[in-house]
């Protein structure tokens, strides 16, 4: 028996993979990974993997960056772990100064968490609890947008769009109250995106002006809904929803965990409307995928909502045993670092360039029906009849097969449904990005020619 297959073996008798229907694996083979750096990963027999994906969006500088992992073994050396109840450290102290630096302006406070689940349940809590500490124990509900995503956990997954992620859950969730997602893909024919995305913000405007009263915050992936396909509308939809927010006495939540940290060209995707959330959720990028870490930023006066003596119980009395952990803390430092060393936003200007260059051959193949960038994020989507807008069934798993060719030729795509999508980490190089839009461009040929 090979090393690969011995690794395979072991892992399906006893471990259970994420977002997997388990029984693929008898003929869908797993990937056992040995070793990774830069944006490789090689399993136990020398073959290597150009990660596309970012492992899930998360190694924004690539495996092992070699400056993460010295500052980690040197943390490792003085701390590895202290509650954050009652207790602080330097990691925390010096990541939280930091973040407040670059976040967008007014966020404030740090609130730490373990992944972006936790850090959309936080966000939720405290909007809720905000209100009830100012009186107003009515507002506990959310308005969110169809197609959205937030993550596994209950509170996260309700505010997330109906479909497959969240149907079989729906007798164990709140329902929020949603909104048609801004969405270009679903623009007329000719039509700007700007126009487009002023035109379905009316569908929030009619929300708010209805349910202001009983609604704690609106929650929204900023630009992008990543695990929505890749859905991507105008920044002007932002300042409106901003605007409109304040008017009605509504908290805004950004989910910024996988377009934060520079993926959508800026450092947050909240700066592409010049706009401040009540509450910014970040999470993935913070540690260039090395560890777990999330948080929920937020601004001063929702902070001062909570600061009361204790007989008032205002206080937000949420926890997490690794909150703040001081080794993920270091990771997200060392992150921020190498944003401090270079001009890695106009680095990824430059990819994003290349990527757009190399993949717009597809523009008039049959079976694309759209092609999107916004930064380092790049979808192709797919579709039996472009013109008809008629959609492969999902029962085809066409997604499927450019996965399984791009694991043939050494890349990892994921493509989400009919969606291939290219979300490398920064530090891919011209040669790479040639590589990987080469094979997603071959995969797609394939995956569309057959039956």
Excluded at 234 to 250: D, F, K, N, Q
Aim: overall charge neutral; glycine content about 6%; aromatic content about 8%.
């Amino acid at each position: 028996m090979s090393l690969n297959e011995n690794w395979k073996n072991r892992s399906l008798a006893h471990v259970w993979h994420p977002c997997t229907q388990m029984k693929d694996h008898q003929w869908l083979p797993l990937v056992p990974v040995k070793s990774a750096e830069g944006v490789w990963l090689e399993d136990f027999e020398g073959k290597r993997y150009l990660d596309a994906v970012s492992s899930w969006w998360t190694n924004i500088f690539g495996h092992r960056h070699p400056h993460i992992v010295a500052r980690l073994k040197e943390q490792l050396d003085q701390l590895d772990h202290v509650m954050l109840g009652g207790f602080t450290h330097e990691p925390v102290v010096t990541l939280s100064e930091k973040l407040c630096a670059l976040a967008p302006k007014g966020l404030t406070r740090c609130f730490y968490a373990d992944n972006g689940s936790s850090a959309v349940e936080v966000a939720l809590k405290m909007a809720h609890h905000y209100w009830r500490n100012l009186g107003k124990p009515q507002k506990t509900r959310y308005i969110s947008l169809s197609n959205g995503y937030h993550g596994e956990t209950l509170g996260a997954l309700a505010v997330s769009g109906t479909g497959l992620y969240r149907d079989s859950y729906t007798p164990l969730l709140m329902q929020p109250i949603q909104v048609l997602s801004p969405d270009c893909f679903d623009r007329s024919p000719g039509e700007a995106w700007e126009d487009h995305t002023r035109r379905r913000f009316r569908h929030m405007e009619e929300a708010l002006e209805r349910h202001a009263g009983e609604v704690a915050a609106v929650i929204v992936e900023p630009l992008v809904q990543c695990a929505g396909g890749m859905r991507m509308y105008h920044p002007i939809y932002l300042r409106l929803l901003r605007e409109a927010c304040t008017r009605h006495g509504v908290l805004l939540i950004a989910d910024e965990i996988a377009v934060g940290f520079g993926r959508t060209g800026r450092m947050f995707a909240s700066d592409w409307a010049g706009i401040t959330p009540d509450l910014m959720c970040i999470s993935k990028g913070l540690t260039s995928g090395t560890l777990p870490l999330a948080a929920v930023m937020s601004t001063d006066e929702i902070y001062q909502a909570f600061y009361d003596d204790y007989a008032s119980y205002k206080a937000f009395l949420h926890s997490h045993s690794f909150t703040g952990n001081p080794l993920a803390c270091t990771a997200a430092l060392a992150t921020l670092e190498l944003f401090e060393r270079s001009d890695v936003l106009a680095a990824n200007r430059r990819s994003a360039a290349m990527m757009w260059a190399a993949m717009t051959e597809l523009s008039s193949h049959r079976h694309v029906i759209d092609i999107r960038q916004q930064g380092m994020i790049l979808a192709v989507e797919l579709a039996k009849n472009p013109r008809k807008r008629e959609e492969y069934p999902a029962a085809e798993r066409r997604g499927l097969r450019v996965y399984q060719y791009g694991l043939e030729k050494g890349v990892l795509l994921r493509p989400l449904g009919n969606v291939v999508y290219l979300m490398p980490p920064y530090v891919i190089t011209p040669e790479e990005i040639v590589t990987m839009c080469q094979t997603a461009i071959e995969g797609i040929d394939i995956a569309t020619s057959e039956p």
